[in-house]
């Protein structure tokens, strides 16, 4: 379908502003397949002879695109399928984005392509183009020549994909496919980007999504994609929507659509971006960079201001600048003029104007520092050479030009603001050899902060994270309610017992049924002790009084159980008493809270963060979709805005890492055991003190039917 070399066009005409573009596009992007073209009243379209049907034409042929209104839809179909077409591209609206009655024809759209092996595009949708090949299903306006390259683009409209492409030409970063997807009737977001990560022409794929449906294949391509070394840059909207399900459970309030997502971008190496700016220049610096080596960002720069600047976007985006070893302020000191101090970030001064050979010299020192493993060298290429200035410009390009990397750092010339790359520069950059990002500094070291985590996150992954966290989760959704409804647990006490049976350490706890119990159980505990009710209908004790801390002796524990029954009894008549629960009083350590929610696009996902009441407060959470490994979890705890606290915080103990994140797998694995009915489970607080950890108190709870969105 991407690639073709063949094209009908079914609907052309000379009246249709659609069909035109459609058509001399092709012939812009100079594709030297065949175009075919198709009219139900025959004669001439666009200079070329029709036929009236797909089956006349008597020619294999790759690709259709259907430029026919919905009343003679189905008949294209039938008729592209009985002339061996196999991939369709649909113009057309007014299908699921109207409504129930929409729907219902791209329903029997769907169904008819299916029944004649047609694999569809759309509806409503722009199409694709393919830079490098020629081919192209493309409705909208190129109105500029094609700059060929190395990253493809996906979106789920149409409109934005022409900003986005229009953008890369004003900019001068070449693409190789572009697709729109459209309403996503068959082919979506998913399958263009799985196909993309084995497309050897794509080194890098720039997304706009709304919504990711087919979440299984997605997250498969994005893990296959890291692997790969194949970067993925997003741009998904839905930043603002509320968090779902909130109500009754802190998991809901912590684990809405967006807060998953960016989960999943952490988790599956996904590069998140909030603007197209910041998409497309990432995705250029990507382009230009591939997989950094360890290390820190070197700047050098004919302007002290611009490197006093750099330094300062380095700091904001936590992207280290390294102090130069002594071997290369050695090297820079031969090199530079006695008013200039070698550093990073170096400023060359105005000695440049007259010896631009400087820039090609430093630039050799730096790239020799152990330390460093990008390079930027910050310079305007002009729009124009001429003026004043033109002699400067034109011998620093050739200086810059004539250095080469020794391909351990990474180098890149860097605009000092954003700026648009016309003609004349071009064939600058070109002639020079240029690794020319013109994004400016601030959004260049944005996009090179992306690419140092991008990359770690690459080095560090073995295997594709994606098929086990699919396999594991298939393995427990096909089990049916039914078989594990009757050991579900229900209340707390249940919950906690149920965590045990995973590994999980929990606090010691006692049912009493009765004052004289209660004090029995607490007579056998070395601390003071607490008492929380325990019903299977009360998910906040404290808010109905049953819940009393740090008692001590026979009399108030015997008055506690009075209180605490008392209490509840009013406050929640109809709630079933089983009686109190005897556990000892924990008085220091770390809280946290981990909480696993049925997502109902991506599955289980699993959020972890400070506890107690520090949850509603901070809402300092990490999210993941589970399973989660040990690796996973160190990577969330580092995550945390509080993670100072698990080092040990003024004279705090320091958390056991390592235990407490097999702890917390062991409750991810808890969780998946709880079957598909599940809605949330809850630790909170999961406590981490004097080289023990506890879960303090859990809840699962569950929905009306285990059936998991696709």
């Not at 109190?580 to 696009?601: C, T």
């Amino acid at each position: 379908m991407f690639d073709p070399a063949s094209v009908v066009l079914v609907g052309a005409t000379d009246r249709s502003t659609w069909s035109k573009m459609a058509f001399d596009n092709l012939e812009l992007l100079g594709f030297r397949g065949a175009v075919h073209l198709v009219s139900r009243s025959g004669g001439m379209a666009h200079g070329q002879q029709t036929f009236k049907s797909a089956t006349e034409i008597g020619k294999p042929i790759d690709v259709a695109l259907l430029m026919v209104p919905i009343a003679g839809l189905m008949d294209a179909l039938r008729d592209i399928g009985a002339a061996g077409v196999r991939n369709a591209v649909v113009l057309a609206g007014g299908f699921a984005e109207t409504g129930d009655e929409g729907r219902a024809l791209q329903d029997e759209m769907v169904a008819t392509a299916r029944s004649m092996g047609v694999r569809l595009l759309g509806p409503n949708c722009l199409g694709f183009i393919n830079f490098n090949g020629g081919g192209a299903c493309w409705t909208g306006s190129m109105r500029t020549p094609p700059l060929k390259g190395a990253i493809s683009i996906v979106s789920q409209s149409g409109a934005v994909a022409t900003v986005m492409k229009h953008f890369a030409h004003q900019h001068g970063i070449g693409l190789n496919v572009v697709v729109a997807t459209g309403n996503e009737a068959a082919l979506g977001l998913a399958d263009v980007v799985d196909y993309l990560v084995d497309d050897p022409a794509t080194r890098v794929i720039a997304i706009f999504a709304e919504a990711v449906r087919n979440t299984r294949l997605f997250r498969e391509a994005a893990g296959r994609a890291l692997l790969a070394g194949k970067p993925i840059v997003i741009l998904k909207v839905g930043r603002s929507e509320l968090t779902v399900q909130a109500a009754q459970s802190h998991t809901g309030a912590m684990v809405g659509d967006d807060r998953v997502f960016d989960g999943v971008c952490r988790q599956f190496g996904l590069v998140r971006v909030r603007s197209i700016e910041e998409l497309m220049f990432s995705a250029a610096l990507f382009d230009r960079t591939g997989v950094l080596a360890p290390g820190g960002l070197g700047v050098l720069s004919a302007s002290g201001g611009m490197g006093e600047l750099a330094a300062d976007y380095a700091h904001l985006e936590g992207v280290a600048m390294p102090p130069l070893a002594t071997a290369t302020l050695t090297q820079l000191r031969a090199i530079l003029p006695p008013m200039a101090s070698p550093a990073n970030p170096l400023d060359l001064t105005g000695a440049v104007v007259n010896n631009p050979d400087l820039f090609r010299l430093c630039m050799e020192a730096l790239q020799s520092d152990p330390a460093i493993s990008a390079l930027v060298c910050v310079f305007d290429v002009p729009t124009a050479l001429n003026g004043d200035w033109a002699p400067f410009a034109v011998g620093s390009l050739e200086a810059i030009g004539k250095f080469r990397t020794d391909g351990r750092a990474r180098f890149l010339v860097v605009s000092n603001t954003v700026k648009t790359v016309s003609d004349r520069s071009r064939e600058a950059i070109d002639a020079a050899g240029l690794p020319y990002l013109p994004s400016g500094l601030d959004m260049a070291v944005k996009a090179l902060r992306h690419a140092i985590d991008w990359s770690a996150r690459h080095r560090a992954t073995q295997a594709p994270a994606p098929a086990n966290a699919s396999s594991s989760w298939n393995a427990v959704s096909t089990r049916s309610a039914d078989s594990v409804a009757s050991a579900l647990p229900r209340s707390e006490r249940e919950t906690v017992e149920y965590l045990k049976g995973f590994g999980v350490p929990v606090v010691p706890q006692v049912l009493a049924v009765d004052e004289a119990q209660a004090v029995l159980a607490a007579s056998g505990m070395d601390s003071a002790v607490v008492l929380k009710i325990a019903s299977p209908d009360i998910a906040h004790k404290t808010e109905a009084g049953g819940v009393l801390l740090g008692l001590t002796g026979e009399a108030a524990v015997r008055e506690g159980f009075r209180r605490i029954m008392t209490s509840v009894a009013s406050a929640m008549p109809a709630a079933r008493l089983e009686g109190v629960l005897v556990s000892p009083m924990r008085r220091s350590g770390l809280e946290l809270f981990v909480g696993v929610r049925l997502d109902p696009q991506w599955g289980p996902a699993i959020a972890l963060g400070l506890g107690g009441v520090w949850i509603e407060a901070l809402a300092d959470v990490s999210l993941r979709l589970l399973p989660v490994s040990t690796a996973d979890v160190t990577e969330m705890l580092g995550e945390l805005r509080g993670a100072r606290l698990l080092k040990g915080f003024r004279g705090a103990a320091a958390v056991d890492i390592a235990a407490l994140s097999q702890v917390v797998v062991d409750i991810g694995r808890a969780a998946l055991g709880l079957g598909p009915t599940l809605d949330a489970l809850e630790v909170n607080p999961l406590l981490a003190a004097d080289g023990r950890i506890e879960a303090l108190d859990a809840l699962a709870t569950y929905q009306p039917s285990g059936e998991l969105s696709k």
